[in-house]
């Protein structure tokens, strides 16, 4: 058997370093940080300075929130303690003759100081920071001014790297969403069976989010996207109470009439001072939707959602920390998808239930060694209803009838971890070395039940007789679709998964980190491994400039919903021509999977990254990413014939899953952020990028295309585009705020009355796709803080979509109606306001 030779590298590396464990190690005065509940903060930057003008003397602190520093002489010294989304901390006249340790504290920073003269951390570069990531801090995630802010989802568009599409799913470097980690405080809450990001919860409630591109660690897996971080708060000593959004809107239709209320809700407090702390996090939603392009007595929709997060944090001792929080949703829409082409009766009723609990302790060792275990669940329900059993239709314009589709799903995920990060070693250099492992457990039920679908080539209604028996002559009916039965079902899936990683900082300006994961699942089954290798080098002793480059491997997880679609139903269809003769029928769909050809998806990800600091404290940053895939999951049709005329009869058409799907990704970034002070700030960024695929189509029971497989762009691919949002100050403590994006418009593919693949009227390409109009849209609101009655208020009032740009978000792509490429669904310009409540100090 042939070893991989970089399974021999990463082994042998690790030799070497073991075999050095008993060198010399330096004494050092030993400078720990925590945060305000006795957390200890990684990656805070120390800088020690002396009033003799000797050189500062700088460290970086690591996972244990600890770092040492070789000193010599007894002092003074003066410590300044600096990192993101923390306010800076000081401490003047410490004398090293006396202690040999010490420990600082660091305050997360929050909307209301309290203590006028605190002051911000100071932007840097991050000499110990590989991976290439984007972060928005809770504090921006309130502050910046985004059309519908108690979704924070919608806030996920402007972090570069991420695009959401028509239906607020979000994509990382140009990846499904399935292919994106998201961790909310640590454990995956990626829906475990289509892996969609369907968590909720209070926009309120967040302390950073965090998007990791390029250069993942080795802990992380599942992913080729990349990792979506959403991390809360928690509590501390001091009692904290807001209010957002409690007054509702109303909305002009001849007359002020109701339109939502979104109201917020946040406490957090000691239940111990000291020791136990505690967050309380709810929201409510409900929207009266008027939908304009439909008539008056059929435009009405009504939404609803209620969340609450409840969060507890122990000290068990200074060592020992526990963890525990429940997250619950539910959501109704009476009409989901209701639009100008889906009146209210053809639309289904749907209600999305979901929960998620986790357990995590962490706790440090005397000896430098940190251990953290985590146990986590979450579940998401769908229950899915139509309106009524009229017969449902699609005509060239609009759908009729009632929704055909009526669907039951349960999927939930038991999740147990576990990470060791060792002490640091000192051997020429520094090594920070960690171990972990992952098992999770994932259960998917369904219960879906479908009725005919009759497609008509006119505008005409649906005829008396339907479409399954003989037409009228002539016949409005182009393609009548029926179902099998109920179809049920059941998926578990078991996954493992381990890793080691070392980052050796060889120089504090020279960083190499390199990391193999292996990855196990009960469906493919088959040994993955994932080496990764990154480096960065910080060019001078100033800082400012810094480059890194990295190369590694990724593989998703298995996508339960692709290997449950054999059992989720099968489709028989007739087609028809305009004078009502059968041109091909039966034509029966089947979907099949052959395990034993089947292999694992495999991505290469390589990229290259430069930080610099120009003047006037302004931060650049380019990194240029690349991505192949190969081996992806996709279905095909694996024996097509012609349809059309003369056309076939009794026929089967095989879908199978295969391993055929290539997929390219590449981007080049350039971000410009400035910091100013009491949490300004203003950035702007330009992507160019590229997502393209081999196989573009999904095949499943409830799409109604056949055709080979077919290579182009994803439906979120932007090849152009630019972001930029800020919070500045304005004159008597105003504040500005804005958000805009330009983007090249979303591709569409073109089909006919049939509902195949058609090209453009007059040409033979298939598939033909075209692109919606560019993208714009700016956001624009000024803010006012205030204090009356003894409390904090801030009043804001601002326009969203201030030019009115149409940004449609439908299109009909129909060639034979005449209605083709008529655009729909777009937010004009409206005017939003928002009343905070922010408690006393």
């Not at 910046?144 to 996920?156: A, E, Q």
């Not at 589709?405 to 995920?413: I, K, L, M, P, V």
Request: hydrophobic share 35%; with cysteine; aromatic share 14%.
């Amino acid at each position: 058997m042939r070893v991989p030779k970089y399974r021999i590298v990463l082994l042998g590396w690790l030799l070497l370093v073991c075999a050095h464990a008993q060198d010399q190690v330096q004494q050092h005065i030993i400078i720990a940080i925590v945060d305000e509940n006795g957390v200890p903060v990684p990656g805070a930057r120390i800088v020690l300075t002396t009033s003799d003008g000797s050189p500062s003397l700088r460290c970086q602190t690591g996972t244990a929130g600890i770092c040492a520093l070789p000193v010599t002489g007894a002092g003074p010294f003066n410590a300044r303690v600096e990192t993101e989304n923390f306010y800076a901390a000081e401490a003047g006249d410490l004398h090293f003759d006396r202690i040999s340790s010490i420990e600082l504290m660091l305050v997360h920073q929050r909307e209301v100081r309290e203590v006028v003269d605190v002051v911000d951390s100071r932007p840097a570069i991050n000499p110990e920071q590989i991976n290439a990531q984007e972060q928005i801090s809770g504090v921006d995630v309130m502050n910046l001014p985004y059309p519908v802010t108690r979704d924070y989802r919608n806030v996920l568009n402007y972090i570069p790297q991420v695009v959401n599409d028509l239906y607020r799913q979000p994509h990382i470097t140009g990846a499904e969403t399935y292919q994106t980690l998201v961790l909310f405080d640590g454990f995956n809450v990626t829906q475990p069976a289509n892996g969609q990001l369907l968590l909720r919860v209070s926009t309120d409630a967040f302390r950073s989010i965090n998007v990791q591109t390029s250069r993942v660690s080795a802990q992380y897996g599942k992913a080729s996207g990349g990792v979506l971080e959403l991390n809360t708060a928690t509590g501390d000593d001091h009692f904290r109470f807001a209010v957002t959004d409690f007054i509702p809107s109303v909305q002009n239709r001849k007359g002020p009439i109701f339109d939502k209320v979104n109201p917020r809700f946040t406490f957090s407090g000691p239940i111990s001072k000291g020791r136990v702390w505690f967050l309380e996090a709810a929201d409510a939603e409900y929207d009266n939707i008027i939908e304009k392009q439909l008539l008056p007595d059929m435009n009405h929709d009504v939404y609803w959602r209620v969340g609450n997060l409840f969060k507890v944090q122990g000290n068990v001792s200074a060592r020992n920390i526990f963890t525990s929080s429940f997250n619950y949703n539910y959501a109704h829409d009476q009409h989901a998808g209701m639009s100008r082409q889906n009146p209210p009766n053809t639309t289904p009723a749907v209600s999305e239930p979901m929960y998620q609990a986790s357990l995590k302790d962490q706790y440090y060792f005397s000896s430098g060694q940190l251990l953290e275990t985590g146990l986590g669940f979450n579940r998401y329900d769908l229950d899915q209803v139509p309106r009524g059993t009229e017969p449902y239709f699609l005509n060239p314009d609009t759908a009729g009838g009632n929704y055909y589709f009526s669907a039951y799903t349960q999927a939930d995920r038991w999740q147990l971890y576990s990470n060791l990060f060792f002490k640091p070693l000192d051997w020429h250099g520094n090594h920070q070395f960690k171990v972990g492992v992952d098992l999770d457990r994932l259960r998917y039920d369904f219960n879906f039940q479908r009725q005919p679908i009759s497609y008509l080539r006119t505008v005409d209604p649906l005829p008396q007789s339907g479409c399954r028996v003989v037409p009228p002559i002539p016949s409005p009916c182009s393609r009548y679709s029926e179902f099998s039965g109920p179809a049920v079902g059941e998926r578990h899936g078991a996954e493992f998964a381990g890793y080691a990683q070392d980052r050796w900082l060889i120089t504090n300006r020279f960083l190499v980190e390199a990391g193999l994961r292996f990855d196990w699942d009960e469906i493919v089954r088959g040994l993955l491994f994932s080496p990764r290798l990154a480096a960065t080098y910080v060019l001078n002793q100033s800082g400012n400039t810094k480059f890194s480059a990295g190369i590694g491997v990724s593989h998703d997880a298995t996508p339960i919903f692709l290997f449950a679609r054999p059992d989720a139903g099968t489709r028989t269809d007739f087609f028809y021509d305009p004078a009502g003769l059968l041109t091909s029928g039966p034509v029966t769909s089947v979907f099949s999977i052959n395990r034993a050809t089947l292999e694992a998806p495999r991505y290469l990800n390589w990229s290259f990254g430069l930080e610099q600091k120009l003047a006037g404290q302004v931060y650049l940053k380019a990194e240029f990413i690349q991505k192949r895939g190969t081996n992806g999951f996709a279905y095909n049709w694996v024996n097509p014939v012609d349809l059309g005329p003369p056309g076939v009869n009794d026929y089967t058409a095989h879908f199978q899953l295969q391993n055929r799907r290539e997929d390219h990704f590449d981007s080049f970034e350039i971000n410009l952020r400035r910091v100013f002070e009491k949490g300004h700030v203003i950035m702007g960024s330009y992507i160019r990028s590229k997502s393209h695929s081999s196989q573009v189509l999904d095949f499943n029971v409830d799409n109604p295309v056949f055709s080979t497989q077919q290579p182009g762009p994803y439906a979120w691919d932007a090849p152009n585009r630019f972001l930029s949002w800020g919070f500045l100050p304005l004159i008597k403590g105003f504040d500005f705020g804005y958000s805009t994006e330009y983007r090249t418009g979303f591709p569409f593919y073109l089909v006919d009355n049939q509902r195949q693949l058609a090209p453009l009227p007059g040409r033979q390409t298939i598939p033909a796709f075209l692109r919606f109009s560019p993208y714009f849209t700016l956001n624009t609101h000024l803010e006012k803080r205030f204090h009356a009655f003894g409390f904090y208020w801030a009043l804001r009032g601002g326009f969203d979509n201030l030019t009115n740009h149409r940004n449609y978000g439908s299109v009909n792509n129909d060639v034979d109606s005449p209605q083709f490429l008529t655009f729909s669904g777009f937010a004009g310009r409206s005017f939003t306001g928002r009343i905070r409540f922010l408690g006393r100090k």
